[in-house]
C-alpha cells in the first residue's frame, strides 16, 4: 500500500488523532493509554492519504510473552492495514531475541478479528472466562497471607510456571511452556509488588495471585500444597 505509512509514536504529532479515532472505544483508548504511560516507544502509528487510520503497541520488548495490540478504524477495515501494522509487528520482534512469543486477545463473539488474526497466521491458544461471585463476603481465612517480597521471586516463579503449565497439559492446550525467570521479570514484579500476595504455610510458600483492580488473576497453589489449602 503505497499510500500506507506506520511511523514511531509522536505524541505531540499523533495524540490529538487518536483520541479522536478511539473516541466512544473503551477498551482500545484504556489499551493505548496504559501504552503510553508505561512504554511509549512501543506505540507506533498508522497514517493512510495523511489520515490516521490506526496504531500498533506493545506492552515491552522482554520478558515472559509480550502483549501486542492492533486497531483500525472501521471504515478502514479490509484494506490490507491491519495486515501491514502484524507485518511491521514481527519484523520488529524478530529483532528481540528476548521475546519467546507475542500474545494476543479478541473481543468474544468478535468474528471479524478472529477472521484477521487467523488470516495473518494467527490462531487461538486458549480462551480464558471471567467469573464474577456473587452473593456472601468470603470468610476469613485462618491462613496468614502477606505482601510479596523481592527474596519471594524465585518460588514464585516456580510456583505460578509450573500451575499453568500443568493446567495447559491437562486441558490439552499444547505446545506448553514453561517460561525461565528473568531479571526484567523480578524487577517487574518488584515495582508491582503492592498488588501481589503469597499465601505462608508452616514457613512455605503454598500460593500466590495478583490483585488487578478489583478483580484476582494469576492464582496459583503448589500442586502438592493443594490438600493443605483444603
Not at 503510553?36 to 520478558?63: D, H, M, Q, R
Not at 506448553?176 to 514484579?189: D, G, T
Request: proline letters at 4%; aromatic letters at 12%.
Amino acid at each position: 500500500m503505497e499510500n500506507l505509512i506506520i511511523e514511531p509514536y509522536k505524541p505531540e504529532r499523533d495524540i490529538s488523532a487518536i483520541q479522536a479515532m478511539l473516541f466512544g472505544d473503551e477498551y482500545f483508548k484504556e489499551k493505548f493509554l496504559e501504552t503510553e504511560i508505561n512504554f511509549p516507544e512501543g506505540i507506533f502509528v498508522a497514517c493512510y492519504n495523511n489520515v490516521t487510520v490506526g496504531f500498533l503497541s506493545f506492552s515491552g520488548f522482554k520478558g515472559r510473552g509480550t502483549e501486542m495490540t492492533i486497531f483500525v478504524r472501521k471504515e478502514y477495515r479490509g484494506k490490507g492495514i491491519g495486515s501491514k501494522l502484524i507485518e511491521n509487528a514481527e519484523q520488529l520482534l524478530n529483532q528481540y531475541e528476548a521475546v519467546e512469543r507475542s500474545i494476543g486477545a479478541c473481543m468474544d463473539g468478535d468474528r471479524s478479528s478472529l477472521q484477521f488474526v487467523c488470516k495473518n497466521g494467527y490462531h487461538i491458544l486458549h480462551s480464558s472466562y471471567i467469573m464474577v461471585r456473587e452473593g456472601e463476603i468470603l470468610p476469613e481465612s485462618h491462613f496468614p497471607i502477606r505482601q510479596y517480597e523481592d527474596d519471594d521471586y524465585p518460588v514464585w516463579h516456580v510456583i505460578r510456571e509450573m500451575a499453568f503449565y500443568k493446567m495447559r497439559e491437562r486441558v490439552g492446550i499444547l505446545p506448553s511452556y514453561y517460561i525461565a525467570p528473568s531479571e526484567w521479570e523480578r524487577n517487574h514484579f518488584l515495582k508491582d509488588r503492592n498488588n501481589r500476595f503469597v499465601m505462608d504455610i508452616d514457613g512455605e510458600i503454598a500460593a500466590c495471585g495478583v490483585i488487578d483492580g478489583c478483580e484476582l488473576r494469576q492464582v496459583a497453589v503448589r500442586p502438592d500444597a493443594i490438600s493443605w489449602i483444603r
